[in-house]
């Protein structure tokens, strides 16, 4: 099948260049004493993960147990979920994973958590794995003071849940443009992270895991003294916003196909809207900046820029979206590419999974 046989709005995946992302990626990390755990959370698809792990990530990173599901279906982990399971419905749903014999160890930010898994842990049988979540500035969940997260990591012992390690995710640092800024600003999250990590240490209780890290970090924690893993995610595909931030080593895997539906003197409309392309952290365009989005209604846009002057009702153009994950969040599939080709199509089996 060509590209020219698909029906839009799509999504399309260039699997040379998804490769050759995974492939920079994992040859910085044989380099490193932290290794790679990529999250789920970008790709949403065992296809995608599966190669990730053939190429030497240590495991996936997931923000929700629904994601979680998906990769167990697949037989891939070892799975960390860097999120809270919160309610008992969730807990259940946590227990039946590890009764499964999934391996997957969850965050906890609080003596609420603690109580919620250890419930679950009594109802089921099985023994929960946690991980201290530490907010290291970005201000979302996590503890705030070492002495705070050695009393958890106490309190997970002393009510039977394996205590692992802990993560801080700096992601108020990863869009920072300024590169010294970024590095700046992430090693004063890092420290914060290594502040409890040391506390940890000191009390009896070292941390197995230090997880951190987003794609606009990962080089900065990879090598920062005592981080033992990075979640980045987005590196795989990458988007229009990162690519603002990092113009280099990834390159753009993942486009959005859309079809001209008119074309006025300054502007054309295509059949995209926000149904199926976020616009979230900007607008997107075309990859050579010709074409830009100045605007989304539900299922229109409007298309401005140099290159509209050529257009034509029934052309069709391809897109970046500016945040892939909200992008691909709303669609069922990838259809995989080599050049005008459509070699696969791969289900984007987490896609959705909110809960
Ligand atoms: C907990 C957590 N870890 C890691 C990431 C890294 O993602 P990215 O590679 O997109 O920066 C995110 C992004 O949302 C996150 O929420």
Same mark, same amino acid.
């Given at each position: 099948m060509k590209i020219s046989d698909l029906d839009t709005p799509c999504l399309l995946l260039d699997l040379d260049v998804m490769e050759r992302n995974i492939a920079t990626m994992a040859a910085f990390f044989a380099g490193?004493? @932290?290794?790679?755990?990529? /999250? #789920? %959370?970008?790709? %949403?698809?065992?296809?995608v993960a599966r190669r990730q792990l053939s190429a030497g990530a240590i495991g996936i990173t997931v923000a929700k147990l629904g994601e979680a599901e998906v990769l167990a279906d697949a037989g891939l982990g070892p799975i960390l979920m860097a999120n809270q399971v919160v309610g008992p419905i969730k807990i259940d749903?946590?227990?039946? !994973? =590890?009764?499964r014999g999934v391996d997957i160890t969850v965050a906890v930010e609080s003596d609420f958590n603690v109580d919620q898994l250890a419930a679950g842990a009594r109802r089921s049988g099985q023994r929960p794995q946690a991980i201290i979540e530490i907010d290291s500035g970005m201000h979302r969940c996590g503890t705030t003071d070492p002495a705070g997260t050695v009393r958890l990591a106490r309190l997970l012992e002393e009510n039977g849940i394996r205590y692992r390690g802990v993560m801080g995710y700096e992601g108020h640092t990863v869009h920072i443009e300024d590169a010294t800024d970024r590095r700046e600003k992430a090693g004063?999250? !890092?420290?914060?992270? *290594?502040? /409890? $990590?040391?506390a940890l240490a000191e009390a009896g209780l070292p941390a197995e895991i230090v997880s951190v890290g *987003?794609? *606009?970090?990962y080089n900065i924690g990879a090598t920062w003294p005592g981080v033992t893993e990075i979640q980045a995610g987005t590196y795989v595909f990458m988007d229009g916003r990162y690519k603002t931030v990092m113009p280099e080593p990834f390159g753009? @895997? =993942?486009? #959005? !196909?859309?079809?001209? !539906?008119? $074309? %006025?003197? @300054?502007? @054309?409309?295509?059949?995209?809207?926000? %149904?199926?392309?976020? +616009?979230d952290m900007g607008m997107p365009e075309a990859a050579d900046g010709s074409i830009k989005v100045r605007g989304l209604s539900e299922e229109h846009a409007h298309l $401005? *820029?140099?290159g509209v002057a050529n257009l034509e009702p029934g052309d069709r153009i391809e897109l970046i979206p500016s945040h892939g994950d909200t992008t691909l969040n709303m669609h069922?599939?990838?259809? $995989?590419? +080599?050049g005008e080709d459509v070699i696969d199509t791969w289900p984007i089996l987490a896609a959705r999974k909110f809960r």
């Open positions: 490193t004493p @932290a290794k790679l755990r990529p /999250h #789920f %959370k970008t790709p %949403k698809s065992p296809e749903r946590l227990m039946a !994973l =590890l009764a004063t999250a !890092l420290a914060i992270v *290594g502040q /409890h $990590v040391e *987003g794609t *606009g970090t753009c @895997a =993942l486009t #959005f !196909l859309t079809t001209i !539906l008119s $074309v %006025k003197d @300054a502007y @054309a409309i295509c059949d995209a809207g926000m %149904k199926s392309l976020s +616009r $401005v *820029g140099d069922d599939n990838y259809y $995989v590419r +080599r």
